[in-house]
Nanobody, 121 residues
């Protein structure tokens, strides 16, 4: 499966953005999808993940209550709705596919190119 993240941009603190992860391949609906981010000069970190059915989700504590992950298997797309954005959310955001929603990057098999989110104070 091939993944492409989009929807990043520049937003003021307190604002919102919705990221999309579009996938190619007929087996998209069988994969769990994760979102990770890499802030400038820092390590990659887990953000959120969703099971193949959408029935199970995971969130990092830092985004819980502000971000929502969802998916539309008919459109081969996963979304990350980001509200109440903070400057510390500034990062390149990546989507990834694997067999289960997990917080560990090494557990995913496919990675897309990232999209940059910049939150100004």
């Amino acid at each position: 499966v091939q993944l492409q993240a989009s929807g990043g941009g520049l937003v003021q603190a307190g604002g919102s953005l919705r990221l999309s992860c579009a996938a190619s391949g007929r087996t998209f609906s069988s994969y769990a999808i994760g979102w990770f981010r890499q802030p400038p000069g820092e390590e990659r970190e887990f953000v959120a993940a969703i099971s193949w059915s959408g029935g199970s989700t995971l969130y990092a504590d830092s985004v819980k209550g502000r971000f929502t992950i969802s998916r539309d298997n008919a459109k081969n797309t996963v979304y990350l709705q980001m509200n109440s954005l903070k400057p510390e959310d500034t990062a390149v955001y990546y989507c990834t596919a694997g067999d289960s929603p997990r917080i560990y990057g090494w557990s995913y098999d496919y990675w897309g190119q990232g999209t940059l989110v910049t939150v100004s104070s």
